[in-house]
């Protein structure tokens, strides 16, 4: 509840502000304005920096509104589920007729330069569905999904301000300032559930923390009007460790014979602990696995085919590795 309110009440002001502000003062020259020094000076600055914002501001708030209230529809499903545990045929058909709402509703989705608007919509919503039971698995030791979610949201909103938006060329300030007030909230949070935690972020936290990056790495422009197509793969990059955990896990639930929707303690966390490492040595590897991931979706606008291609493989070399030694380590576990 912590951090909807931090994300939502922010918003909100800004909001009420752009509502009730003077909007005679925007319309009128600002841009000519001469820098004494003194507070008017100052003031009419800002005016001609977000005079132009304005419409835009005005234009992406509706967009969102609706984003925030199916996010927060997912963060109350969560919060029910925290306080009365709800099958799980219910919790995901609820995930995704809300990710189906966001998709198909406003027409956002992936951009996978194909012409089959079906498969990109069918896609968009397996995305959001994906991360916001990512995160949810990820919520296993203090600190852990609360951290790389923060990491994850500034990665991605540096790349964002770093690489310009198709058509205007400005830096994406709506989707990155979003970003980067997740992760402020995210980091609130983590005052508190550091160990030993004294709040815990439940499945209403993880569930409106994976619905806002599932949305925001739709709504941002990786790639197209100038820059390589190899863009696109910078949010998997960056999302690299909540999947692999995702993935990892279900494999190995399927291997046992065990349901899918079944908690254990195969995560990605718990096989480091199997390793010998303590709780924060795990949650301070995973850390540092996500922000080594995510610096390589940095520089893929910068390089041409070959290099992300690199770039990819560095990534998948290093999970392959952890794999390895968690690999060899359960086996020495087994009796």
Known sequence: MAIWAGVVVPLLIGQIALSVWDRSYYDRDVSAAVDTGGPQDWAAEVAAYVQPHLPGLVETSRSLWFFLAAATLLM?????????????????????VVGAAIVFGRGWSLTLFVDAPLLTGVLSVLWIVGLVNSF??????????????????SLLAVFLLLVPEGGSGQPQLFVGGFLFLLAGALIGFL??????????????GAYFIGACLGVTTILATFSGSGLPRHSILAPLCVLAVPLYDTISVICIRLATGKSVFEGDTNHFSHRLVALGLTKTQAVLTIYLTTAACGLGALVLPQVNLLGAIIV??????????IAILETTARRKMRP
Request: net charge negative; glycine share 10%; with cysteine.
């Open 136 to 153: 949810n698995m990820l919520d296993n030791m203090d600190g852990l999904a609360g951290g790389v979610a923060a990491i994850a949201a």
């Open 312 to 321: 990819v493989l560095v990534i998948a070399c290093l999970l392959s590795v």
């Open 76 to 96: 109350l499903l969560g919060l029910v589920d925290d306080i009365r545990r709800l099958d799980w045929r219910l919790r995901l058909g609820v995930q995704f």
């Open 191 to 204: 005052f508190h559930n550091a160990p030993p935690a004294r709040l815990f972020m439940g499945d209403a």
